[in-house]
């Protein structure tokens, strides 16, 4: 048989029949693994299933904090828009009292009145 390289794919020659039961043999002794090998890939297939394990955890865990975060925060945007609603209405009623017709009307309304005036309360309040 001609030398024959891997990656030469020019000549090949088809074997007899004895000489193909050779190598499967060959090949069943190279197929079994060497135990420290074996011990090695199931160390290595055991760390990586505990690290996509530990992975999948912390995503998992990250995201519920997450969660938890968009609550507080939803409720704090909730908190400062009725905030910023009762300050508007603060801001409307301090215009207001700059304006002397309705300082007058709030003064009638808790009893007072100009000099020479008289309030009748009609209880309505």
Same mark, same amino acid.
Request: glycine share 2%; net charge positive.
């Given at each position: 048989m001609p030398f024959h390289r891997m990656n030469d794919n020019i000549l090949q020659f088809r074997r007899t029949s004895q000489e193909s039961e050779k190598p499967k =043999? %060959?090949? !069943? *002794?190279? !197929?079994? &693994?060497?135990? =420290? /090998? !074996? %011990?090695? %890939?199931?160390i290595w297939l055991g760390a990586m299933v505990l690290f996509f394990c530990w992975a999948i955890v912390e995503l998992i865990v990250q995201q519920v904090? $997450?969660?938890?975060?968009? *609550? $507080? &925060?939803?409720?704090r945007k909730a908190e400062l828009a009725d905030g910023q609603r009762?300050? +508007?209405? &603060? *801001?409307?009623e301090i215009k207001k009292l700059h304006d002397e017709k309705y300082l007058l009307e709030l003064a009638h309304k808790m009893g007072f009145g +100009?000099?020479?005036?008289? /309030?009748y309360s009609t209880g309505d309040d």
């Open positions: =043999v %060959r090949e !069943r *002794k190279q !197929r079994s &693994l060497h135990p =420290v /090998v !074996r %011990r090695r %890939r199931l904090h $997450i969660w938890d975060r968009e *609550k $507080i &925060l939803a409720e009762h300050t +508007k209405e &603060l *801001k409307d +100009k000099p020479g005036e008289e /309030v």
